[in-house]
Nanobody, 122 residues
Framework: VQLQASGGGLVQAGGSLRLSCAADGVTFNRQTKGWFRQSPGKEREFVAANTWNGRSTVYADSVKGRFTLSSDMAKNTLYLQMTSLEPEDTAVYYC????????????????WGQGTQVTVSS
């Protein structure tokens, strides 16, 4: 399984970014998939995930109402639209997949992408 994340960058507070995750070796419409992030000096934390059929989506409280998870099954690509970005959102963002339902812990996801850096300036 290969997960290629992209779309990160430097943005001012209040701005927006859209992250993409292209998958190879796995079909997103058969998997739970989502995003984690890791800020300097902090543990990796759950951001958002949805089930294979998109019927259930879970967001971390810290991003609820600002981030939106979506996917393009034809392109086998997962997206994370981030708006109203805050300096606290600065982190490396990783896309993940797993069999089964949504979980919010790192160890439940065996497959990770390489990460994309998001930096939000104040």
């Amino acid at each position: 399984v290969q997960l290629q994340a992209s779309g990160g960058g430097l943005v001012q507070a209040g701005g927006s970014l859209r992250l993409s995750c292209a998958a190879d070796g796995v079909t997103f419409n058969r998997q739970t998939k989502g995003w984690f992030r890791q800020s300097p000096g902090k543990e990796r934390e759950f951001v958002a995930a949805n089930t294979w059929n998109g019927r259930s989506t879970v967001y971390a409280d810290s991003v609820k109402g600002r981030f939106t998870l979506s996917s393009d099954m034809a392109k086998n690509t997962l997206y994370l639209q981030m708006t109203s970005l805050e300096p606290e959102d600065t982190a490396v963002y990783y896309c993940v997949v797993r069999d089964g339902g949504i979980r919010m812990t790192v160890r439940e996801y065996p497959d990770w992408g390489q990460g994309t850096q998001v930096t939000v300036s104040s």
